[in-house]
Nanobody
Framework: QVLLVESGGGLVQAGGSLRLSCAAS????????MGWFRQAPGKEREFVAS????????YGADSVKGRFTISRDNDKNTLYLQMNSLKPEDTAVYYC?????????????????WGQGTQVTVSS
């Protein structure tokens, strides 16, 4: 029953913006910490950002701080990633992840649920 569905990916030029969404169902979204991860060709999946159950605490990777903002709407069971000032090195498949716990983590192993991913391609 647990389902995470990402949307909003696409092709954008360097310096542009995209907003990713993740629609969650089948678990207690409002009690769960959530995260975004990404995976580029030939690379391992890497942490992007995480947000605690209430949305009051966030944590982001150094590579995206100041450019990406993670947020959530618990009334809509939806997670967001606002991506600004995109760079070619941001090109990857972006995955939404959820956990049974409430608090942020940069470890992929901390997350219990994963979406199918959405492609983000940034051209130079």
């Amino acid at each position: 029953q647990v389902l995470l569905v990402e949307s909003g990916g696409g092709l954008v030029q360097a310096g542009g913006s995209l907003r990713l969404s993740c629609a969650a169902s089948g678990f207690s979204f409002s009690n769960a910490a959530m995260g975004w991860f990404r995976q580029a060709p030939g690379k391992e999946r890497e942490f992007v950002a995480s947000i605690n159950w209430s949305g009051l605490s966030t944590y982001g990777a150094d590579s995206v701080k100041g450019r990406f903002t993670i947020s959530r709407d618990n009334d809509k069971n939806t997670l967001y990633l606002q991506m600004n000032s995109l760079k070619p090195e941001d090109t990857a498949v972006y995955y939404c992840a959820g956990m049974l716990g409430k608090f942020t983590s940069a470890r992929a192993s901390a997350y219990d649920y994963w979406g199918q991913g959405t492609q983000v391609t940034v051209s130079s």
